[in-house]
């Protein structure tokens, strides 16, 4: 489908490929190839050390030809032939105590010992399964979570500030097309779906059904028309929050359902503007929305101790009041005393010391 509105060129299609290799990835942490192989190198010598000493402690209970006892290298030659499975029947154990170590303690051995060398195959089916049933897990328990299109800068952005004003890693999903950048999210603990946000099968994956918010933090204009289109469409009550570069796409953004559209382009340049008159305004401005330390922007409910309450008598400095589907700057006096169903965005000083470990 391709529609032109406001300038943009929205392109809709079908893309069989991009289905079948869009799928979730939780966060992981690879094992380099060459750790996992010396692993198994060393577990293996570890197998076969304990059955060449297991063997020398009775090794006159074992027969080579018509020799009864055995030596060093014998031990070492019978326990690597047995582990292996190769079994030449030259050295055979004659005591009853012999044989019954070979049956309870050798033969597990050697079952383990071949576990290892075919470790390659049995990790990767492991693995696999283990990753089917995390990925079922987390479909069953994944509710009330923030979905994040795009891991660009304006997404890492976005989720550096989630987790600042404190929602966990594991409720943040990020979806981008590009499965380094999905890579990259895995590897700082997001899960996360390689596809196109704009695609209904994609979000699904993502079960934007069940999310609260999703952040739209595309790099084009029409690709995020096109993403916020369809999270309306597959949920009608999800709060989305969407980025613009140009200001006259803006309405455009509201009109396809995003609850806030932010200007990125013109934001930065009222910034640039004040910045050679009033640079501080321009730190205050970064500080605030800057979560973890100094002064952070707040949303609260009112308190039970602060209904009717003048909001200048909060310690937290009030700059506005919704109430009854309104907000109220901080200086209306519409506002009076604080109730009970009122809420808050306020100022507050962050603690000392109290940063906020983000990715």
């Known amino acids: 489908m391709r529609c032109a509105a406001g300038g943009l060129t929205i392109v809709r299609g079908v893309d069989s490929g991009m289905t079948e290799h869009a799928g979730v990835q ?3 942490v690879e094992q380099s190839p060459t750790r996992q192989v010396w692993r198994r190198v060393v577990f293996a010598a570890v ?4 059955t060449v000493l297991i063997v020398w402690l009775d090794r006159d209970s074992y027969r080579d030809g018509d020799q009864v006892g055995i030596g060093l290298l ?3 030659y019978y326990s690597t032939v047995t582990l292996s499975t190769t079994g030449y029947g030259d050295i055979t154990p004659v005591t009853d105590g012999a044989r019954l170590v070979n049956i309870l303690v050798i033969t597990p051995l050697r079952i383990l010992f071949l576990i290892v060398l075919i470790g390659t195959t049995l990790e990767a089916l492991t693995a696999r399964s283990r990753e089917e049933f995390r990925i079922r897990r987390w479909r069953s328990r994944v509710r009330q979570h923030v979905i994040v299109c795009g ?3 304006k997404g890492r952005s976005a989720i550096r500030a989630l987790q600042a004003t404190g929602t966990p890693l594991e409720q943040i999903v990020v979806v981008d097309p590009e499965p380094r950048a999905v890579d990259e999210a895995n590897s700082v603990g997001l899960h996360g779906i390689v596809g196109d946000a704009g695609r209904t099968d994609v979000l699904r994956r993502a079960h934007v059904e069940r999310a609260r918010a999703v952040i739209v933090a595309a790099n084009r204009d029409d ?3 096109l993403i916020t289109l369809t999270v309306r469409q597959l949920n009608p009550n999800v709060l989305i929050t969407t980025s613009v570069r140009e200001e006259e796409n803006a309405n455009l953004l509201r009109q396809s359902g995003a609850n806030i559209v932010i200007t990125t382009s013109a934001t930065s340049g009222r910034l640039l503007g004040l910045s050679p008159d009033s640079p501080r305004v321009v730190d205050t401005v970064e500080d605030l929305v ?3 330390h100094g002064l952070d922007l707040k949303q609260r409910r009112v308190s039970a101790g602060e209904v009717g309450l003048d ?3 909060l310690r937290d400095i009030v700059l506005s009041v919704s109430r009854g589907g309104r907000t109220l700057r901080f200086d209306d006096p519409l506002i009076g005393t604080l109730e009970a169903e ?3 965005v306020v100022v507050r000083s962050h603690p000392a010391g109290g940063h906020v470990a983000v990715v």
Do not use: N
């Open 151 to 153: 891991y660009g800068t």
């Open 311 to 313: 909001p200048r008598q």
């Open 290 to 292: 800057t979560g973890g």
């Open 26 to 28: 939780l966060a992981h």
């Open 74 to 76: 014998d031990a070492v």
């Open 342 to 344: 009122d809420v808050l």
């Open 47 to 50: 197998v076969l050390t304990f």
């Open 223 to 225: 690709a995020s028309v």
